[in-house]
């Protein structure tokens, strides 16, 4: 028998791919705004009553970095209180909960890929939100399962850092960015793809974080100087003709950024039995991907 899932966020960058490709997996509810609204948690309940989902997926969040550190409240319901509820409701359903929580929740002070077991120690009112999230769900619901990500990019959503860039790119002949922030840019639908092929997997044995990413490393700098040289293979409108590398201090931002959050991969690749395809290898079929939308 098809299982029932639950989609909430299903409007963002990875709730989009994840629309997309799940139906082969279940039974598929997919909610967002203004449907579903998660500052109020009777309405998560409620939603969750009346659907009675044997899976759970959060792909919604409080993503503005910056701009929770002047609405730490509202970032606190949406990342740390909604998780809760819907971690509550999901172990009295006796569901699965699948949360997608980032790689924010550390310093950035390592210099070998964080595990899933590192200690956290976030720096923004962002990370601290998302890591509440993630203990409220620890704590409360017996089956989840936590994936932590970084750099998200993707066709869907109208600002990523790689849109951004195009735009940008296609006004300016010279940008500045930052070149001592190391993480790992990943595709939302390699995300997706990966939590779609976890769910057959969902047991109590499975239950845990996870970090999945994109493979290599990169820092901006090197993402925008790569997003520029795929796009212009692609015959995109470019006016870009110098990209200077900057330090985070010549960069300031309301948001602290983890210097290094790249994530360790083997866990969640033992899981998949197969490893992440590459940053770059993703973000050429993205750009492609992308072309064909705007030029059907």
């Given at each position: 028998m098809d299982k029932s899932i639950l989609?909430?966020?299903?409007?963002?960058?990875?709730?989009?791919?994840?629309?997309?490709?799940?139906?082969?997996?279940?039974?598929?509810?997919s909610v967002a705004r203004p449907t579903i609204d998660l500052t109020q948690p009777d309405t998560l309940r409620s939603v969750i009553n009346r659907?009675?989902?044997?899976?759970?997926?959060?792909?919604?969040?409080?993503?503005?970095?910056?701009?929770?550190?002047?609405?730490?409240?509202?970032?606190?319901?949406?990342?740390?209180?909604?998780?809760?509820?819907?971690?509550?409701?999901?172990?009295?359903l006796g569901a699965f909960l699948i949360h997608i929580s980032t790689d924010y929740v550390f310093d950035g002070k390592a210099y070998t890929p964080y595990q899933e077991t590192d200690d956290t120690n976030p720096l923004s009112v962002y990370g601290k939100?998302?890591?509440?999230?993630?203990?409220?769900?620890?704590?409360?619901c017996t089956h989840h399962l936590i994936l932590r990500t970084a750099w998200v990019y993707g066709i869907f959503g109208?600002?990523?850092?790689?849109?951004?860039?195009?735009?940008?790119?296609?006004?300016?002949?010279?940008?500045?960015v930052v070149a001592d922030q190391i993480g790992s840019p990943t595709w939302a639908k390699d995300i997706a793809n990966a939590i779609a092929q976890l769910i057959p997997q969902l047991t109590l044995e499975i239950s845990g974080i996870y970090h999945y990413t994109n493979s290599g490393v990169a820092s901006w700098y090197d993402f925008a100087v790569t997003i520029f040289e795929e796009a212009q293979q692609l015959g995109l409108p470019l006016k870009i003709e110098r990209i200077v590398p900057i330090t985070t201090a010549q960069y300031p931002t309301p948001a602290s950024r983890p210097a290094y959050s790249v994530l360790a991969?083997?866990?969640?690749s033992a899981l998949l039995a197969t490893y992440p395809p590459h940053w770059r290898e993703r973000l050429r079929q993205m750009l492609s991907d992308l072309c064909i939308q705007n030029n059907p």
């Open positions: 989609l909430i966020g299903s409007n963002g960058q990875v709730g989009q791919e994840l629309q997309k490709i799940l139906t082969p997996y279940g039974n598929l509810i659907h009675q989902p044997q899976i759970i997926i959060n792909a919604a969040a409080y993503t503005a970095v910056d701009k929770a550190e002047s609405e730490p409240e509202l970032a606190t319901a949406i990342n740390a209180t909604a998780p809760l509820i819907l971690a509550q409701q999901a172990q009295k939100t998302k890591l509440a999230g993630e203990l409220a769900i620890q704590e409360t109208k600002s990523n850092f790689v849109k951004t860039m195009l735009r940008v790119g296609a006004e300016r002949q010279e940008i500045r991969r083997e866990k969640i």
